[in-house]
């Protein structure tokens, strides 16, 4: 068999090497091999060196990554050690992508009488999968969502986020910079484009672990509110406000969007990585009340994930996805179009509209290495499965980046003074914006 380096003829092994020859036929690809659970190797025609390996651990492996290769499929048997990535794991996610774009219905019936003839294996406790209650998008079922990703534990993204612990698109002034530096200018980035004065209120929605608004208090003098529904980022952001000096100029509070008082409008508000989180049915409600909530005359920064293009959508948000049931629960990320006009049906006015897309690919790069650095750390912490689940999360969300199926943008909005757009009060340009870039 042309390809194969061939050590066994047990019939597993020859019904699995027919399956690869004819999966990986049409492939363009000839970086990697394959290496079975007795030792056979398999190449693609013409393979001459390889970025990676990826080790089938038993006999079932195949029957568990292709039936069917969706991205759910996939994701969980890496998780699960079905397989294994030997060498440039970002380097496989290519491959990944193109089992699970181009695998057909015609394919699913070709291959299936091969891969049903392939053993399975016994079922693996699953205790990874987010389990969530209620109507989507309640707020109950918001914080139960948001609580799943962001309160694994404060110690956890302290290994591998960066000093300030931003766990969002950092803005680099170089690729080769750190990603200390970079998010530390993403920070004051948005305080240029927010234009903060000293004395102004500032919302923060989803403040994380507070950074932002430290830096805003700290550098322009502003009277901060954070809010998150994340019970570790309260703690851990207010006890780093206490050790800073800032209770005086800023506060965390335990609070969902839609309960914000609007009795005392904000001057400015920002939002960093959390529209994503809000989803497509309440959008308007989430644009509406950041409206009420904002002083005339004011502006809001709105950051967030966003859909590159409109028909992907039902890839990235297929509701059995593996982001869905073991990253982001109930994720719901929207083209920049859809954003912006729902922004203006709340009336906002955009004035300013720019993508990241490029800053967020370096941020996952950043990410992914710093991770796998600390492979032993998160592994004591989080045991072998966790860890898997989120290095396969971490390259794949940086190859989405790269490749076009996600993007990112800041839109900054402004809420006129009379209601009609007139006397918006902004400065002709954005020299200011750029000081530092």
Known sequence: MEGVRERSRDRHVINTLDLLSAVFADYPGKHFAIRLWDGTVWEPNGATSHRFTIALN???????????????????????????????????????RYLWEGWSLRDTLRFAPKLLRLPTRDPVSNDQIAQLDGSRHSVSRDKAAIQYHYDVSNEFYQLWLDEKMVYS???????AESIDAAQSRKLDYICRKLRLQPGERLLDIGCGWGALIMHAAQQYGVDALGITLSEKQLALARERIAVA?????????LLDYRDVDESQ?????????????????????????????LKPGGVFLNHGITLFQAPRLPLYQAKDSFIQQYIFPDGDSQHIAYVLDVAAQAGFEVRDVESLREHYALTLK??????????????????????RRWRIYLAGARWAFEAGYNSIHQALLYKSVDGKGAGAHLPLNRDDWYVDA
């Open 265 to 293: 409008p904000f001057d400015k508000i920002v939002s960093i990585g959390m529209v994503e989180h809000v989803g497509r049915e309440n959008l308007l409600i989430y644009f509406e009340k950041a409206f009420r909530v």
């Open 366 to 387: 950043n990410w992914l290495a710093r991770y796998e650095a600390q492979a032993k750390a998160i592994r004591d912490m989080l045991g072998d499965i966790g860890y």
């Open 245 to 253: 000096g800032l209770a005086g100029q800023c506060r965390v509070e």
């Open 169 to 175: 698109c950092a803005y680099f002034k170089d690729p």
């Open 58 to 96: 038993g006999p079932s492996a195949l029957r568990r990554m292709f039936f069917p290769p969706t991205e759910r499929k996939l994701g969980e048997a890496y998780m699960f050690g079905d397989f294994e990535i030997e060498g440039e794991l970002y380097a496989a996610i290519d491959l990944a």
